[in-house]
């Protein structure tokens, strides 16, 4: 394999070094220094004073965190089954032979070139209460005006309609990735066979791309956990803090209150909930493929 | 071979440190250019949007009218203004001069990244008498000035003559229960809304709840915290009758439409669909601007006893640099001055001016509606000066618009909020 007088190792390093001194210093060391934090009571600007377990140890008895812990549960689970499905159905329809399939893949998957605050700002304004265009068209139909996001019980669903529409076309590319792999000798044999569109689906197409299935899950749940700017720039956390995330709260108690170490303690919990999450995740999908 | 390798190995290495060692470069070629010619005063702004273009040009005269400064933003408008101003304050290399609001001015000014100012205005004769009293307590801390107040904006109310007029109403409403009246007299003769107060969150937290309810207390003659800041002080009768205000307008009155949120309230008064409306005087550039609108802007009517409203500041301060150079310091302090000197251009934006000699002006007092609500700096108060403030104040918003939303019963609400206010000035 190795070329004579290559020093390939070497030269690996070289051309890695770049990146990697840039990770070293942006993802390594913040990730090593926020356990560090999570350990004193800091507010960026002054020295810390050694706080031991104390900020994990308040966490336990803070109401909001346990809040904000469940509102970012609940957020994983109004967005994650249906951006599977939405991403798959997508993926079905510009994968198919339907004449509109080029169109509807760039359609699909422009929403998720734009910004968070962009899309955040955007529908905030379709879904304001008193001047936004869907309420507009409510009371065209003879409709009560919604309170999309300032009704408690709406509130995180209106953030997650706007991050389907946001992120639906990323797990789309990931899902027309894993239907384009199955090969077409297959398809062809079924069609012999005489095998509908429905018995295709359900018989080759979904079982055939479990394992990208099984990927587009593990990523997705992750983002939704981390969900923040739709959330900050849509609802502020509101109504009266009930659509306020787990990721929000990091982000106040640390930048707005100055609380960097309960911050940093905060999460690390998120990190190891996911990281537990995943671990589950991929060993109950891995057993099944085995 | 190996020496052929080396030097391949020698210039990638070489490559990838010039790239760099040029990023220094720029860095350090910027550093030199500022000892020649005019003194160069950085500054960071958080002004967007309507403030940012009078904020604008007040920087462009100053740099008009003088040869020996400039004074130069070394960047663009800020997604997140104080994240950044903390990380830069922490590395200490912020710039020379920074806007920021007074009630985040005292969370920083115990952490010590701010200058305290007053051998520097001392040593320059800057004329402090010729600051309107309050606005200049506020910056204090401890005995000692930390920034210079460039405006106050107080919390106003905003009464639509054309409804008014329209509903037979000739006196401008004072106490609450007038408030109430001349809201209810609108909603049945003209059927638009009569008090357009913001009690929900959606791209803004419901913080006109809280700057009333404060406004309120300190009508009654109490305040929201304790003399010295360090437990809640609202779970007593004015904070009761105070509370009770906001949830029955809501509630009760059905003057404001429950769910309201900060766009909503703004846009209904804007667009003449509501008769009477609260917010800081910053709203008035773009109640201006709406043709057909016919509307006054007064301090905020003594509700619930005595004369007394909420206000906020936008102050000026000079962080801590690791190196002070004295002649740069007095050109900060020049042009601190000056802005707040021409607070009539500012005036243009909304804004109450904090000198003295500005209210005197031409240019001020011809403008329309800022000499109406230009007393409200007399009777404003600044927020309580503890480090907590920030969380305080959304916790305390929170929890307003959650008693607000739900009637709930003012006693209950308040016992909540005191346990959970005091638990939260603790923690710090």
């Not at chain 1, 587009?216 to 509101?238: D, E, K, R």
């Not at chain 2, 108060?381 to 503890?386: G, K, L, Q």
Request: aromatic share 12%; proline share 4%.
């Amino acid at each position: 394999m190795a070329i004579p007088g290559n020093k390939d190792t070497r030269d690996g390093i070289i051309f890695a070094l770049p990146f990697l001194l840039v990770y070293l210093v942006f993802m390594v060391f913040p990730l090593g220094f926020g356990l560090f934090i999570s350990f004193f009571n800091w507010d960026i600007l002054s020295s810390g004073a050694f706080a031991g377990w104390a900020n994990y140890r308040r966490l336990f008895q803070d109401e909001l965190f346990f809040s904000s812990l469940w509102h970012t549960v609940e957020f994983v689970l109004i967005t994650t089954p249906v951006l599977m499905v939405l991403g798959f159905s997508m993926a079905l329809l510009v994968t198919g032979n339907s004449p509109l399939r080029k169109v509807s893949e760039n359609v699909f998957f422009i929403p998720y070139i734009l910004s968070m605050t962009v899309v955040g700002t955007l529908w905030a304004w379709l879904m304001q209460r008193d001047y936004g265009l869907l309420n507009q068209i409510v009371r065209q139909l003879g409709g009560e005006p919604v309170g999309w996001l300032t009704n408690p019980k709406q509130a995180m669903w209106s953030v997650g309609i706007a991050t389907y529409w946001w992120t639906a076309g990323f797990n789309m590319i990931l899902f027309s990735a894993g239907i384009k792999q199955i090969s077409k000798e297959i398809y062809e044999s079924s069609q012999i066979d005489g095998a509908n569109y429905f018995q295709t689906l359900f018989r080759i197409t979904i079982p055939l791309v479990k394992p990208t299935a099984a990927l587009c899950l593990i990523l997705q749940v992750i983002a939704s956990f981390n969900v923040f700017g739709q959330v900050y720039v849509m609802t502020g956390g509101g109504p009266h803090g009930r659509t306020r995330v787990l990721t929000q709260y990091i982000y106040e108690a640390g930048f707005r209150y100055f609380k960097m170490g309960y911050s940093a303690a905060m999460a690390y919990m998120l990190f190891l909930i996911i990281l537990v999450i995943s671990v589950i995740q991929y060993a109950a999908l891995g057993k099944e493929r085995s | 071979m190996r020496t052929h390798n080396r030097k391949r190995a020698f210039i990638a290495i070489a490559l990838i440190g010039l790239m760099m060692l040029s990023t220094l470069w720029a860095a350090g070629s910027q550093e030199q250019k500022k000892q020649e010619g005019p003194i160069e005063v950085t500054f960071w702004s958080l002004f967007t949007g309507g403030d940012g273009e009078f904020f604008d040009a007040m920087v462009d005269e100053f740099n008009r009218t003088h040869t020996d400064i400039v004074a130069k933003t070394d960047t663009v408008k800020f997604d997140n203004y104080y994240t950044k101003l903390t990380t830069a304050l922490s590395a200490k290399n912020a710039p020379d001069v920074v806007v920021v609001h007074q009630s985040n001015l005292l969370g920083y000014v115990p952490r010590g990244v701010f200058l305290s100012l007053d051998d520097l205005l001392a040593k320059n004769n800057a004329p402090l008498d010729d600051f309107v009293a309050a606005p200049l307590e506020a910056v204090k801390y401890d005995g000692k000035t930390y920034a210079l107040p460039l405006d106050v904006h107080a919390l106003i109310m905003y009464y639509n003559m054309d409804l008014f007029a329209e509903a037979g109403i000739t006196k401008v409403p004072q106490t609450y229960a007038e408030v109430i009246a001349a809201a209810q007299a609108v909603q049945a003769k003209t059927g638009a809304m009569g008090l357009a107060v913001d009690n929900t969150t959606a791209t803004y937290k419901a913080y006109t709840l809280t700057r009333l309810f404060m406004s309120m207390l300190e009508q009654q003659g109490t305040s929201f915290l304790n003399a010295d800041n360090s437990k809640a002080n609202f779970n007593n009768v004015a904070g009761e009758k105070a509370l009770k205000a906001l949830v029955d307008m809501v509630q009760v009155h059905k003057t404001t439409p429950a769910g309201l949120d900060y766009d909503g309230a703004v846009n209904a008064f804007r667009l003449g669909k509501a008769a009477i409306h609260f917010n800081g005087v910053w709203a008035t550039g773009s109640f201006e601007k709406q043709t057909g609108l016919n509307f006054k802007a007064v301090g905020l009517p003594p509700m619930l006893g005595k004369p007394a409203a909420w206000s906020g500041s936008h102050t000026l301060a000079i962080p801590v640099q690791r190196t002070q150079d004295p002649a740069k310091l007095d050109a900060a302090l020049t042009f601190i001055l000056w802005m707040t000197e021409h607070g009539d251009m500012w005036a243009k934006a909304g804004h109450i001016p904090t000198r003295h000699s500005v209210y005197e002006k031409e240019s001020f007092t011809s403008l329309p509606h800022r000499k109406d609500y230009a007393d409200a700096a007399s009777f404003a108060f600044a927020p309580p000066a503890t480090p907590a403030w920030e969380e305080v104040y959304s916790t305390t918003s929170d929890m307003l618009e959650y008693a607000v939303a739900k009637n709930q019963n003012v006693k209950t609400a308040l016992q909540a909020m005191e346990t959970k206010i005091n638990s939260i000035i603790a923690s710090y």
